[in-house]
Nanobody, 126 residues
Framework: QVQLGESGGGLVQAGGSLRLSCVAS????????MGWFRQAPGKEREFVAV??????????HYADSVKGRFTISRDNAKNTMYLQMNSLKPEDTAVYYC?????????????????WGQGTQVTVSS
């Protein structure tokens, strides 16, 4: 049974940093896209970042709203993915989900992701 587990969320002041982790168990995903999404109250789930697979190595992409502040990384040996979030803003407040698109090397749309974690709350105070 595949499971994804996030950790590292919490409450932080604006300008602060948090590091989210996501551990996958049940199978390996070294050739699959792994991504982070978030959902704020009353809003749809939105793409944050993806760590895909390319011939030259990992292929990363970010939403414009987090580019330059967030960094996604993955450790295939540990089946783990990370999201380093710096210069956090109140508008970053949301539940953050890690996900795996097992049939894709790269994906940014939620519909292509077939495994999801339970989510971790990130709250940024002003």
């Amino acid at each position: 049974q595949v499971q994804l587990g996030e950790s590292g969320g919490g409450l932080v002041q604006a300008g602060g940093s948090l590091r989210l982790s996501c551990v996958a168990s049940g199978r390996t995903f070294s050739t699959s896209a792994m991504g982070w999404f978030r959902q704020a109250p009353g809003k749809e789930r939105e793409f944050v970042a993806v760590a895909g697979i390319a011939r030259s190595g990992d292929s990363t992409h970010y939403a414009d709203s987090v580019k330059g502040r967030f960094t996604i990384s993955r450790d295939n040996a540990k089946n783990t993915m990370y999201l380093q979030m710096n210069s956090l803003k109140p508008e970053d407040t949301a539940v953050y989900y890690c996900a795996v698109a097992s049939r894709y090397y790269y994906a940014t749309t939620p519909a292509r992701y077939d495994y999801w974690g339970q989510g971790t709350q990130v709250t940024v105070s002003s």
